[in-house]
């Protein structure tokens, strides 16, 4: 049987919760890294909050993190990373004119993190661990080189004009993101570079893996595109509406029931089966 690129999304897809892999789906993703497939993850969360289940499942390949913004390999030194930024002044701007409606807000060059107000309600947001660094302060003061990623934390109600604006007045330049969910009051700015579906791309084609021997698991919208350009991309079954209908199949069980291991299972057996 033909060996496959597994791209596999962490919040809502691999992770049971915020913090856990089951150990049902740890073994069996070990066992098909010891068959030959090769397993990527792929998330929205920056190296540091992601590195421990890259450790867990005892990957050695690519891992994409800030949605395609970045792309590292701890273990191939000889591996180019990829680096997207957003640039400084972009952020800094859009900051500045909408603090009105803005509660916090922070960004991450890297994995150091660079945050306007230090408040116990924005540190569960900021994955501050593993090494990282935090800089406190006005964004003109603090943040001197363009970040990988930059979050805005909106009071009640805010976000649409927010987004609004970043379409209008930096339209072609930076992209903005709703986070969605319990998290609705959180935007995300991005470069129109940016996503997973490129990253996924990046590593594919350093791996060697041609599109039709990908198959990419999402939860949300900021999956779309490497679902998309994945040759079998899969919504997990708990996943948005607007992801399922971009998937070419949704899993019968969610995150929490290791939707992930039923539906690879089933995948592999017949693809076998075909062999």
């Known amino acids: 049987m033909d060996k496959y690129l597994i791209a596999i999304d962490l919040d809502g897809t691999l992770l049971a919760d915020w913090q856990t892999i089951s150990p049902t789906t740890v073994s069996y993703l070990k066992e098909l890294s010891r068959q030959g497939h090769q397993i990527v993850i792929a998330t929205g969360r920056p190296f540091r909050s992601s590195e421990a289940f890259y450790d867990e499942l005892e990957l050695t390949t690519p891992i994409i993190n800030y949605n395609g913004g970045l792309i590292t390999n701890k273990h191939d030194h000889s591996f180019e990373p990829f680096n997207l930024t957003i640039d400084r002044s972009h952020v800094i701007d859009i900051f500045n004119q909408n603090k009105h409606i803005i509660k916090n807000a922070f960004g991450e060059v890297l994995d150091d993190i660079f945050l306007w107000i230090d408040t116990e309600e924005i540190r569960p947001l900021l994955h501050y661990f593993n090494g990282a660094k935090l800089y406190v302060g006005e964004f003109d003061d603090i943040l001197k080189d363009d970040p990988n990623g930059f979050m805005l934390i909106c009071h009640d109600g805010r976000a649409e004009e927010l987004e609004e604006f970043v379409a209008t007045q930096y339209k072609d330049r930076v992209l903005a993101r709703n986070w969605g969910h319990h998290y609705n009051f959180v935007v995300e ?56 209908v971009h998937a070419d199949d949704v899993t019968a069980y969610t995150n929490e029931e290791d939707g992930l291991v039923h539906y690879l299972k089933n995948f592999l057996k017949d693809k076998s089966n075909l062999g």
């Open 189 to 244: 700015l991005y470069t129109p570079e940016t996503s997973k579906g490129n990253g996924l791309r990046y590593v594919a084609e350093h791996l060697g893996f041609p599109r039709e021997r990908i198959i990419a698991f999402g939860d949300a919208h900021n999956d779309i595109e490497m679902l998309q350009y994945a040759g079998w991309g899969v919504a997990m079954k708990n996943a948005q509406d607007r992801l399922k």
